[in-house]
């Protein structure tokens, strides 16, 4: 139990273009779905948490019209990385809260070129 | 704010060591911990939640300890093997609940060699 994908796995995109990313509990609802940024060989950082039917709370430094977050069920939220450029380039990680803790994700690799 | 340390940032063992990563945090008003392992360019593998009010957890080959007090965790790997080679994550929760934030050190890379 308390499996969570994440699609896609990898996604290459030019420069200036959006990329959205999904993230879905498939065997429990998430009330609450967080997505971390990760740098390599750095720690993982929360960018945001989003709330299923309202708007999704970001970090401090964390621009909320690039990184459009929506939770519209409770089994489904989406990250949308708008107008991408190259230090955009991340893996982003979602994770979604079961009854004894949080869950990830598979991780998604962007490279924005 | 809490930060969380991991010691060491890399190993590198023969097989069949007994080896101990550490995780210290600087805030110790947290409501769990949990160690977590990741393979390169994947998702994150639960290992081991411990709960505040716990000292420690164990599954399989692995212990992971809490003394929360002193702001430190220790995960024990018993008997290593090159399978358990990741990076090793540790995560505190500074919520209430299971809905708190994590925040995460930077993890311990492990190389288990034959």
């Known amino acids: 139990g308390a499996v969570v994908s994440q699609h896609p796995s990898r996604v290459i995109c030019k420069s200036g273009t959006s990329v959205k990313i999904e993230c879905r509990s498939l065997d429990f609802q998430a009330t609450t779905m967080f997505w971390y940024r990760q740098f390599p060989k750095q720690s993982l950082m929360l960018m945001a948490t989003?709330?299923?039917?309202?708007?999704?709370?970001?970090e401090q430094g964390v621009e909320k019209d690039k990184f459009l977050i929506n939770h519209a069920s409770l089994t489904l939220s989406t990250l949308t990385v708008t107008s991408a450029h190259p230090e955009d380039s991340s893996f982003y990680i979602c994770?979604?809260?079961?009854?004894?803790?949080?869950?990830f994700g598979a991780g998604t690799r962007l490279s924005v070129l | 704010k809490q930060e969380v340390t991991q010691i060491p940032a890399a190993l590198s063992v023969p097989e069949g060591e007994n080896l101990v990563l550490n995780c210290s945090f600087t805030?110790?008003?947290?409501?769990?911990l949990q160690w977590f392992r990741q393979d390169p360019g994947k998702g994150l593998t639960s290992l081991l939640l411990i709960q505040s009010s716990q000292r420690e957890q164990t599954s399989g080959r692995l212990n992971a300890s809490l003394d929360k007090s002193s702001g430190r965790s220790t995960l024990y790997i018993a008997a290593s093997q090159p399978g358990d080679s990741a990076t090793y994550l540790c995560a505190v929760n500074v919520g209430s609940s299971t809905l708190g934030r994590l925040y995460f050190g930077r993890g311990t890379q492990l190389t288990v060699w034959p």
């Open positions: 989003s709330n299923e039917g309202s708007k999704a709370t970001y």
């Open positions: 805030d110790s008003a947290i409501y769990n």
């Open positions: 994770s979604a809260t079961g009854t004894k803790g949080q869950y």
